[in-house]
Nanobody, 119 residues
């Protein structure tokens, strides 16, 4: 099993920066991709950014140019630096990790953290 412990988030004003951190605990040796998803009220879960174990990153169109995902494999930790925040970034952010073992893919989710951006 893998446990994902999330920290960061909060209430900020538009234009400022905020960072999120997600630390993986447990069976971390087979973790492949890690990433962040968001869920706004009444909206489905959407990818924000994803990063592989080789640090290849993908971003949503909304996140490109403003957010940076990074990863410390030694610490089994993924970070999301969010700059130039907008009110539309307001959502619950979830950390995700994918582990592949024996040809089976396992998905793990951290607890959500609220990010609220006021105008």
């Amino acid at each position: 099993q893998v446990q994902l412990v999330v920290s960061g988030g909060g209430l900020v004003q538009a234009g400022v920066s905020l960072s999120l951190l997600c630390a993986a605990r447990g069976r971390t040796s087979s973790i492949n991709a890690m990433g962040w998803y968001l869920q706004a009220p009444g909206v489905q879960l959407n990818l924000v950014a994803n990063i592989t174990s080789r640090c290849s990153a993908d971003y949503s169109d909304s996140a490109k140019g403003r957010f940076t995902i990074s990863r410390d494999n030694a610490k089994n930790t993924v970070y999301l630096q969010m700059n130039s925040l907008k009110p539309e970034d307001t959502a619950v952010y979830y950390c995700h990790a994918e582990r592949i073992s024996g040809g089976i893919k396992y998905d793990y989710w951290g607890q959500g953290t609220q990010v609220t951006v006021s105008s």
